[in-house]
């Protein structure tokens, strides 16, 4: 009989603290905690993330083992995110996977935190066909990825400066809104007009290459001048503000990935990272597939955040090749696919 392999895979790049357990391919259990302490911060304090992290692994890890009802006695490898991220972070998740491999006399797996993010598609069906192209947007990163196979990517594209996750977050600061500011962004929008106002579209040197600083200059400015008109501007405008914020980042998103269809004539679109949460971006998203005749990918929003459930599917194609690491590896915050 064929012997199973049962993986758990934690995740602690950045400011949530997930453990998931994969068998043969089907995750079973995905437990994620949120990090509340850098709500009013405007954005993730490493050291309190690190703490925090401490506080969460041990409860993430046995909530995970006992919603799939695996014992850790039955697991075939730990896998754990190696990078990028924070360092102290990633140093929670890499030294409790190789204290626990260790103590269990059982292999690690190191998965890179990107790659998981693409190959989230792989959790649910439908799952793409090779080749496609990934946008991976999340609050550190914003790339167009070739995926080749499920191991054998290209990052095509990518952020110059600040990812598309940034650009929300950045903004929601400027309007005293609390942090993570990607959703709330998201739930203002919904109820404003996306062309109410325009923001600049700054573009890179390379056409599928982004940059965001400049928009969020462009914002910066635009507030700063109608502050000055009328002080209760942004009260009297939010949702219009957030609603045409929003238009413009998926704007210059969707851009920059229709090029990158066209020039690698590839029809599998998909979408991955935190960003991809967006409700703007999905609709965008799926009206651009219907004109262009793309099969387009999104993931449950369970897998569009960071969570393990991601790292266990990645981990799982490593062990199916032998792809194990050595108990002496370091996590790297940063880390080219
Ligand atoms: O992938 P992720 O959880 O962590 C990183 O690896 O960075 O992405 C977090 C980012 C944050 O910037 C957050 O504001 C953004 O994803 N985000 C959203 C939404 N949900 C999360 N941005 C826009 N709309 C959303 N619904
Ligand atoms: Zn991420």
């Given at each position: ?17 997930s453990?998931a ?7 079973l259990?995905?437990?994620?905690a ?35 009802g ?14 990028p991220?924070?360092i102290?972070s990633?140093l ?17 797996i190191t998965?890179h ?14 799952k ?13 990163h ?14 095509v ?26 959703p ?5 929008a ?56 929003q ?9 920059r990935?229709?090029?990158?269809a066209?020039q ?14 967006n ?19 999104i993931p ?7 969570n393990a ?13 032998g ?6 590896v ?8």
């Amino acid at each position: 009989m064929k012997q199973s392999v049962t993986i758990l895979a934690i995740e602690s790049s950045c400011d949530d603290t997930s453990a998931a357990i994969l068998r043969d391919g089907e995750v079973l259990s995905n437990i994620t905690a949120n990090q509340e302490v850098h709500r009013d911060y405007g954005g993730v304090v490493p050291e309190l993330a690190s703490r925090a992290h401490q506080q969460h692994i041990v409860p993430v890890v046995s909530k995970a083992l006992k919603k799939a009802g695996v014992s850790k006695h039955d697991l075939s490898a730990v896998a754990f995110t190696l990078g990028p991220g924070l360092i102290g972070s990633l140093l929670v998740g890499v030294s409790f996977g190789k204290g626990l491999a260790l103590s269990l006399n059982i292999p690690i797996i190191t998965v890179h935190h990107m790659k998981a993010h693409v190959l989230a598609h792989f959790i649910d069906e439908p799952k793409p066909s090779f080749p496609f192209l990934c946008l991976t947007v999340s609050g550190g990163h914003t790339q167009i990825v070739l995926v080749k196979d499920h191991l054998d990517m290209e990052v095509v594209g990518e952020t110059i400066d600040d990812a598309a996750g940034e650009a929300f977050d950045k903004t929601a600061k400027m309007l005293s809104l609390s942090y993570p500011g990607g959703p709330i962004i998201d739930k203002l929008a919904k109820e404003g007009n996306p062309l109410a106002f325009k923001f600049a579209e700054p573009k890179a040197h390379q056409p599928l290459d982004f940059s965001f600083s400049g928009l969020k200059t462009s914002i910066l400015y635009n507030l700063r001048k109608e502050k000055e008109k009328d002080p209760d501007f942004v009260t009297k405008n939010l949702p219009d503000i957030c609603a045409s914020v929003q238009h413009t980042i998926i704007k210059i998103l969707m851009k920059r990935l229709t090029l990158a269809a066209k020039q690698y004539d590839i029809n599998d679109i998909a979408i991955a990272g935190g960003v991809s949460a967006n409700s703007g971006l999905r609709k965008t998203l799926m009206e651009a597939g219907e004109k262009h005749g793309w099969k387009v990918y999104i993931p449950q929003f369970q897998y569009c955040t960071d969570n393990a459930g991601m790292i266990a599917m990645t981990a799982y194609y490593q062990y199916l090749k032998g792809d194990f690491a050595s108990f002496d590896v370091a996590p790297k915050s940063r880390f080219k696919i």
